[in-house]
Every structure is written in C-alpha cells, then in structure tokens.
C-alpha cells in the first residue's frame, strides 16, 4: 500500500485543501504552522511552556482540529511506517518552493537508493568500533532519504540496528526541518523511541545510542 491507496492520509490531504475551520488560511500557511504546532507537542515534556506558546494563538476549535489533523498522521504512519508522509503531502498541496529546488526524491528511489548505500557487514563493523553509525544529509527537505536508509536497517537488524543510527539533516528551509524532525521522532529514528514522546515518556535526544538532529542554516 502507497499514500495515494491509504484513507488516513487521502483524508489527511483533504484537511489541509480544504478546511472549513482553517477557510480563512491558505494551505501554505496552514501546513506551515501545523507542523510547528506538532513539533511544539513532540517537544512537550521538555519544553511545556513552549508547547503554550505555540497552541495560545489558536481557538479551542482551531486547535481541536490541529489534533484531529495530528492523528490522522500518525495513523498513516502506523500504516506506513519509516515512508515519507510529509513530503508527499507537501508535494501534493503544491505548496514546495521552486526557487529553493524543492523536488522531494520519490520513495521508490530513496528506498533503493538506501538499499545500494547499506551493507550488513560494514554497519556492524562500524557499531563494533565506534559504537554507532552516522548518517548525514545535508538537504535533507523532509528526511526521506534518512527514513529510507533507517528502514533498510531496520529491515537487515531490527531496532538493535535503528538504535544504533545517528541521523543529522540540515536544510535552508525551516517547513522541511520540521517535516524532518517530525518524521524521524514519530519513527523512533532520534533516540526517543517510536511514538515514546506521545505517551509523555521522551529522554533526551541522544542520550540513547540512536540520535538525530535536524537544523535550519541560513539561505
């Protein structure tokens, strides 16, 4: 199954496109500030006051549907684990920036793209000596090359693999650092642990042997 054969995110796409209770926002607006409002809730029991701040300029309405818009992503994650959700909404809402060169690589290639890169042998050589691997992708746009190959160890070693990644994307653009970071947490790709942030149980990134980070450098 794809994202274009998935109900939770053909319905997720619909509630950035049209939404009665966002009518007055365009989907470049409303997509850019979802994503801040859900990095501010990932990042709740270790900044409560930023997590205020971000939701304190929305209606009680408007942030129920924030909620409601959050779930639905995490249910299609659930369905499609470590395949690039946000990318692929971003692109279909046509929301990408030409001038920054922002063509997400499809997740057909950046799978098999992950598939050449990764060798079983060499992974767990590099954990025996250094005790992790480190993956670095300096555009990252919404992480989908570093979903790609924490898959492909996930699929070669389990989560004794994918908590032995360290995964570090930079990007120009502050929507795909947080499409980024979203990803890689709701993944258990940063050292917090699948969804370990939902259920208010988040450590620090990197204090398990899995670790990521995603920054904005400047344009």
């Known amino acids: 199954m794809d994202e274009d054969n998935c109900r939770n995110f053909k319905e997720l796409l619909k509630g950035f496109e049209r939404n009665p209770v ?28 930023g997590f205020k701040a ?21 249910e299609t994650v659930e369905l499609l684990p470590f395949r690039d959700i946000l ?3 971003f692109m279909k809402l046509d929301i990408n920036s030409v001038r920054n060169g922002e ?11 992950a598939m050449m890169t ?9 954990v025996k000596e250094r005790g992790s691997v480190s993956v670095c992708d300096p555009a ?26 360290r995964l570090y994307g930079m990007d120009i653009d502050s929507r795909c650092v ?20 939902l259920a208010g149980q988040a450590g620090t990134p990197g204090s398990e042997p899995g ?5 904005r450098i400047p344009a």
């Not at 009518?23 to 409560?48: G, I």
């Not at 971000?54 to 995490?74: H, I, S, W």
């Not at 063509?103 to 793209?113: G, K, L, N, Q, S």
């Not at 990764?118 to 590099?126: G, H, I, P, T, V």
């Open 118 to 126: 990764f060798d079983r042998n060499d992974f767990l050589n590099l």
């Open 211 to 215: 670790g990521a980070a995603a920054s």
């Open 178 to 197: 947080n499409m980024c970071r979203i990803q890689l947490r709701i993944n258990g790709l940063d050292g917090f642990g699948r969804l370990a942030a």
């Open 103 to 113: 063509f997400f690589t499809p997740w057909p290639i950046a799978e098999m793209m």
């Open 54 to 74: 971000a939701l304190d300029r929305y209606t009680y309405e408007q942030g129920r549907e924030l909620g409601r818009l959050f779930g639905l992503y995490v």
């Open 140 to 165: 990252c746009g919404s992480g989908v090359m570093l979903l790609a190959f924490g898959k492909v160890v996930h699929d070669a070693l389990g989560r004794d693999g994918t908590n032995r990644l």
């Open 87 to 89: 990318g692929t909404l």
């Open 22 to 49: 966002f009518a007055h926002m365009h989907p470049y607006d409303l997509y850019r500030q979802w994503l801040e409002a859900v990095w501010a809730m990932l990042e709740l029991p270790l900044n409560p006051k």
